[in-house]
Structure formats: structure tokens, C-alpha cells
């Protein structure tokens, strides 16, 4: 049997903690005690952010690809909500052609974010 190198947390366990994280906005906390009280899987705050921090820079040339891509494209459709980011209010934009959908959150809300 061949062993490899993976960590704690493997590839389909970190895509959905980043995604809790990052697209459901759920504190670390939060992150914490569902995978204790749900999957028991006890995990702390700071291997969660080891985790997320892991997945983000996996995805950081991809995301640099579509920022590179976006001021090209002929048309843009775009939609925006707003959330809370640290206490703070915050929009977020989706920025999205007929192939790509980067997001953005910023505290801006015109056409100087793109």
C-alpha cells in the first residue's frame, strides 16, 4: 500500500469547511461545535483556520485568473448582498460573464470596485 502525506483533514472535509467559512459566513466557533456535536469530529479553532487558510491558497491563482479575466469581457451581469464582515457592514459582489463568477466583498458599493 502506498502512503501519502495529507494531514488531519482530507480534501472533501476541507472543500466543505472553507465553504462553511467562506460562503456561509460561519464563524470558526460555529464550525467547531457542529463537527463535534454532529460528525463528532473534534477539531479547534485554529486547525480550522490552518484548514481555510490552506484552501484559499489553493484557489488564489484561479481567483487571480478571473480578476485578470473580468475588465475584458464585453458584458457583465452583477449582483450584490449585504452581511456583516467582523462586525462590520459589508457587500458582496458577484461579478459574473457568461463563463466565470469571481466575488468580491468590499465596503464600496459602485462601479470603482471592479
Not at 45 to 50: D, H, M, R, V
Request: glycine content about 8%; proline content about 7%.
Amino acid at each position: 500500500m502506498k502512503m501519502r502525506r495529507a494531514g488531519l483533514v482530507g480534501p472533501r472535509l476541507s472543500a466543505w469547511i472553507a465553504y462553511q467559512k467562506g460562503a456561509c459566513h460561519m464563524t470558526y466557533r460555529v464550525i467547531e461545535t457542529f463537527l463535534a456535536d454532529v460528525l463528532h469530529l473534534p477539531l479547534s479553532t485554529g486547525q480550522l483556520a490552518k484548514v481555510v487558510r490552506k484552501a484559499s491558497a489553493a484557489l488564489e491563482s484561479s481567483y487571480e485568473q478571473l480578476q485578470a479575466a473580468l475588465p475584458g469581457q464585453p458584458v457583465l451581469n452583477v449582483d450584490e448582498t449585504g452581511h456583516p464582515e467582523n462586525g462590520e457592514p459589508c457587500r458582496e459582489c458577484i461579478y459574473a460573464p457568461h463563463s466565470l463568477s469571481p466575488a468580491a466583498a468590499t465596503k464600496l458599493r459602485n462601479s470603482g470596485v471592479v
